[in-house]
């Protein structure tokens, strides 16, 4: 099990700082969850990172069809001094999604926004080298969205109306 | 001031052309496929562009159209070398989400299992940073070790390489009479080989020549690219996951985190030297408390029927136990909705896991935090301003494994 800060204690903190910007804060097993809207994220993880929170663990996307904000972006941070952990949330309904890079807070973060754009067509302004990372270069569409589905092909037992589901 | 001079002209007559170099994508000296193209100074290297995914299959991708208990495999290609570790960090993360609480001695066993891998991941690093520096006897004395490790794993889940070991709740057997001899024999013959190995190269003029300062990186860098494991330890920093976080009873465990120094590659080579040593006091440590447990026998959560495969003489004569088979067999154990990140510490740093799940039968999203995909990013700042034979060294001190790499 994680140590967190506790999810009121970030609200508290986090909206002193950006007020109505940061939308929901909660926690989610043994980690808080903030979210937060896109155009204060960067200050928000710069703040964060002056105030302990120095580690970035990695970064995601998610793409949740369907909703009205269909495209998240997800930040692990750390703070090792306190052993805290924390992670951000920020969702975009524009198409392409547009999100401001964090290279320039941490490098790492160059290859995991690489690797949002491979996957997930996210694009980060400001990125040194926005390209894809782990696909071929010419290559279409967006992997891990869920409009390109997975077939398992072998399998046609598998009808979903079996299961009651 | 007449120096000055001297290289103000110099400037100014001649030109300076960089020669491209292509090191790979296959190339014998970088075991793995990587390429980087490496912009020269004669034998120096001024800048690398890193082209990586050659090995690429979609785990995360994949994954979304898998059973939870079918990703399992999937995780053993990650870091190929040590393989058990990654499988423990997916049933964990599962077990974190579905709530699951293991008895103590499933606990320990698995840190047998995962200490296992972690000495054979770094016996491969450590022999091969001898083999590239170019002393290959060192190689030769501890690689059958790995065999003997991969000898125990068989014992245990039948497989040597892509293990696939543990299931979600516990262990899928009981580790049998066989395996635990071939433990024994580990720890009593590993210690002298080890120092075998130890006195070839630690203190070996040569080695020491050709690996002090060789790719160093500074640990405030370290941290900026998002260093974890025996990497960044090298480059002083104490971070280990299993002391931090601590999972399957760690922090009943007594051992030291080793650290270096310059980070630089002899650095890394005495941290993963020293851990090997401390697994081997790991393991001894958990062998002692499983004599100290009352419980002998259980090897999976006994509260779980939905994720535990039943007792196949049960399958036959118990209804609730049939019903269990059919729904796992059938992967229709769905999990609780929810998102959770997990990590272990891998053989090259903190292996994490961040499942969402949406309550059905798969995972939503499942994305890796692969230690090795994050800390190569920092190689062209490692082997700036070095030679080329610095840069390969470099490269497999580093560990990177092609297989976590790309994912």
Request: charged share 25%.
């Amino acid at each position: 099990m994680f140590q967190t800060i506790e999810a009121d204690e970030l609200e508290k903190m986090l909206k002193e700082h950006f007020g109505e910007k940061i939308i929901s804060v909660e926690k989610l097993y043994d980690v808080s969850v903030a979210e937060i809207s896109v155009d204060v994220i960067k200050n928000v993880i710069i703040w964060l990172k002056e105030n302990g929170f120095a580690y970035l663990t990695t970064c995601n996307g998610i793409h949740y069809p369907d909703t009205p904000k269909p495209f998240c972006m997800v930040y692990h941070l750390h703070d090792w001094k306190r052993n805290l952990r924390i992670r951000l949330k920020t969702y975009v309904h524009h198409d392409p999604p547009h999100f401001p890079t964090i290279t320039d807070v941490w490098p790492a973060a160059n290859w995991m926004e690489r690797e949002a754009y491979d996957f997930f067509g996210f694009h980060f302004d400001g990125h040194p080298k926005l390209k894809r990372i782990l696909n071929e270069d010419s290559m279409v569409g967006w992997p891990l969205r869920k409009e390109y589905p997975l077939e398992d092909q072998a399998r046609f037992d598998k009808d979903d109306k079996m299961f009651g589901r | 001031m007449k120096e000055d001079v001297n290289q103000d002209t110099k400037q100014e007559v001649i030109s300076k052309e960089y020669t491209t170099l292509n090191l790979g994508p296959t190339h014998p000296a970088t075991h793995g496929i990587f390429q980087n193209v490496l912009k020269m100074d004669g034998e120096i290297v001024v800048d690398t562009e890193q082209t990586i995914g050659y090995i690429h299959r979609a785990f995360e991708k994949l994954s979304e159209r898998r059973p939870y208990g079918q990703i399992t495999p999937i995780t053993d290609r990650l870091n190929y070398c040590s393989s058990p570790l990654n499988n423990m960090g997916w049933h964990m993360t599962v077990e974190k989400l579905a709530g699951i609480k293991l008895p103590k001695r499933v606990e320990y066993l698995r840190i047998i299992i995962m200490e296992l891998a972690r000495i054979s991941d770094h016996i491969i690093c450590n022999s091969v940073i001898g083999v590239d520096s170019g002393a290959m006897t060192g190689f030769l004395y501890i690689f059958q070790f790995r065999e003997h490790i991969y000898d125990i794993y068989e014992e245990i889940c039948g497989a040597r390489m892509n293990t696939n070991i543990g299931r979600i709740g516990g262990l899928e057997r009981d580790f049998n009479q066989a395996a635990w001899l071939k433990i024994e024999k580990l720890l009593e013959e590993l210690p002298r080989c080890l120092k075998e190995f130890e006195a070839l190269l630690v203190r070996n003029r040569i080695f020491m020549d050709r690996t002090i300062n060789c790719g160093p990186i500074s640990a405030e860098l370290a941290l900026a690219y998002s260093f974890s494991g025996p990497n960044l330890r090298a480059a002083g920093v104490d971070y280990d996951v299993r002391v931090m976080n601590p999972y399957s009873s760690y922090e009943e465990f007594d051992f030291i985190i080793p650290v270096g120094t310059n980070g630089d590659t002899y650095d890394r080579f005495m941290v993963r030297e020293q851990e090997m040593w401390e697994s081997i006091k790991i393991i001894k440590q958990a062998i002692e408390k499983l004599d100290k447990l009352e419980d002998k026998t259980s090897y999976y959560a006994p509260d779980v029927p939905d994720y535990y495969l039943p007792q196949k003489l049960d399958v036959y004569t118990k209804m609730e136990a049939l019903i269990y088979h059919f729904k796992i067999i059938m992967s229709e154990t769905s999990v609780p909705k929810g998102e959770v990140y997990h990590c272990v510490e891998g053989g090259n740093g903190e292996l994490g896991y961040y499942l969402v799940s949406d309550g059905g039968r798969t995972p939503y999203r499942l994305h890796m935090r692969r230690p090795c995909f994050i800390y190569y990013q920092g190689y062209p700042e490692m082997i700036k301003g070095g030679y080329l034979s610095d840069a390969i060294l470099t490269m497999s001190s580093m560990n990177v494994i092609a297989g976590e790499l790309d994912a």
